[in-house]
C-alpha cells in the first residue's frame, strides 16, 4: 500500500491511497473520540496515481469533508486508518502541540508494554508500532510522509533496510537493546500466551514473523530446566534458525541472512551510528538521554520493565548450552553495548 495526504483545510481532509490489490478500491476508517467509526470509499479520481502504475482506474483519492463528517470543521481530533490493517495514515490533533521530532526506536523486544505504546503516542501526532509487520513500500510512505514533522516509529525493522531512507527523511534512531536470554524469555512467554488463546492476533502482539515458534513455545515446561533444555534439542531446523541471534540480526543482516560471528562488529558499527542506544536494563538512562535529544520528558520518570516471571525463565535459559550457542553473537552485542553505555553514565552522571 501507498499513501500520501495532500491537505487538512479545517471543513475537508484530501489524500489517496493505494492498495496493494491494484484493482481495488480503498476504503479509510474515520476515527473520531466517543463517535462510531465511518468507512469511506475512496470518491475522488486521481489519474497521476494510475498513470504511475500503482493503480489500475486511479480511484484511490479522498476528499472529506462536510458532506461525509457535518462537524469536521469543529472537530480538533480525528484519525483516518486504512479499512483492512488499520494503519493511521492522517491524524488531526488540536488539543495539545505535538513534538516536532521523527523518531524511529529498533527493539527487539516483543512483549509489548501498553503503557510505553500510550505514553509515547500522546507526544507524536502519529505512531506505528510493530513496524516489522509493515510491508516495504507502505514503510516508504510511512517514513516518507510529507504532511505531518512528528512521527514515531517503533519495532524490530531491519536497521540494513530502512538505515538511509529514516537518514534521508530526517529521522532520529534510536536502539533500545535488552539482554538476550531476557529478550528470548519474553518471545517464548508471548508465544504461549498465543498458543493458549488463539483468537489473538499475532501482529498486534508483536509477534509477527515468529509464527513457527509458537508449538515450541506451547510445548515448553517452563517451570522444568531440564525438561525445557530436552524441548530445545527437539526444535526444528526453521525453529533454531528463527531463535538464533535476534538482535545482532536485526542490526547487522539482510531480512533473513544468518548471523555469523562477524556480524558482532558490523552490529556494533550500526549501533554506533545511532542518535541513542539504552537497554532496558538501564531505561532510567535510556530515558534522561532521550530527553535531552528531544528537549522533552516523554516519559517523565517512568520505567518500564519485564515481569518477573520473564526473569525467572530467562535465568532458567542462560543454564541450557543450546540456547546459549542460539545466542552467542548476540551476548557478545549486549555485553560490548552495556559496557559502553555504563561508561558513559559514569561520565555523565546518569
Known amino acids: 500500500m501507498h499513501f500520501c495526504m495532500d491537505a487538512d483545510d479545517g471543513d475537508c481532509v484530501r489524500g489517496w491511497m493505494a492498495p496493494n490489490n491494484p484493482g481495488a478500491i480503498p476504503k479509510v476508517i ?3 473520540p466517543g463517535q462510531a467509526d465511518l468507512v469511506v470509499e475512496a470518491n475522488v479520481m486521481r489519474l497521476g496515481i494510475r498513470d504511475m502504475g500503482l493503480h489500475e482506474t486511479g480511484q484511490v483519492g479522498f476528499a472529506i469533508g462536510a458532506d461525509i463528517v457535518p462537524e469536521i470543521a469543529d472537530l480538533d481530533e480525528f484519525s483516518l486508518l486504512e ?35 500510550r505514553t509515547i503516542s500522546a507526544h507524536f501526532n502519529i505512531s506505528y508500532f510493530t513496524a516489522e509487520a509493515i510491508p516495504l513500500e507502505t514503510m516508504m ?8 514533522n512528528s512521527i514515531f516509529i517503533h519495532g524490530r525493522c531491519s536497521v540494513f533496510r530502512y538505515n538511509g531512507m529514516l537518514n534521508e527523511a530526517g ?4 536502539a533500545l537493546l535488552t539482554d538476550p536470554f531476557v529478550d528470548l524469555a519474553a518471545r517464548l512467554l508471548s508465544l504461549d500466551i498465543v498458543a493458549r488463546a488463539p483468537g489473538n492476533d499475532l501482529k498486534s502482539e508483536g509477534l509477527h ?3 513457527c515458534l509458537i508449538p ?20 526444528t531446523p526453521q525453529q533454531l534458525q528463527a531463535l538464533s541471534n535476534p538482535m545482532t540480526r536485526l542490526f547487522a543482516c539482510e531480512p533473513n541472512e544468518e548471523a555469523l560471528p562477524r556480524h558482532v562488529s558490523l552490529a556494533l558499527e550500526s549501533l554506533s551510528n ?5 537497554t532496558r536494563d538501564r531505561f532510567d538512562v ?9 528537549g522533552e520528558d516523554i516519559f517523565d520518570g517512568q520505567i518500564f520493565t519485564m515481569l518477573n516471571s520473564v526473569h525467572e525463565i530467562a535465568k532458567a535459559l542462560s543454564q541450557i548450552k543450546l540456547v546459549n550457542e542460539l545466542l552467542e553473537n548476540d551476548v557478545i552485542l549486549y555485553s560490548w553495548a552495556e559496557h559502553a553505555i555504563g561508561l558513559g553514565a559514569q561520565i555523565t552522571g546518569a
Open 83 to 117: 479499512f483492512e490493517s488499520r494503519l493511521p495514515i492522517f491524524h488531526r490533533n488540536r488539543t495539545h502541540p505535538d513534538l516536532a521530532h521523527k523518531l524511529c526506536v529498533f527493539d527487539t523486544t516483543v512483549m509489548a508494554n501498553s503503557l510505553f505504546q
Open 274 to 278: 545511532m542518535d541513542l542506544v539504552g
Open 30 to 32: 474515520v476515527v473520531r
Open 286 to 294: 535510556f530515558g534522561k538521554t532521550l530527553h535531552g535529544l528531544l
Open 209 to 211: 514473523g515468529l509464527e
Open 216 to 235: 515450541l513455545a506451547d510445548a515448553l515446561p517452563f517451570d522444568n530446566p531440564k525438561a525445557m533444555a530436552a524441548a530445545f534439542r527437539d526444535a
Open 141 to 148: 510512505s510511512v517514513i516518507n510522509n510529507p504532511f505531518t
Open 171 to 174: 529521522f532520529k534512531k534510536a
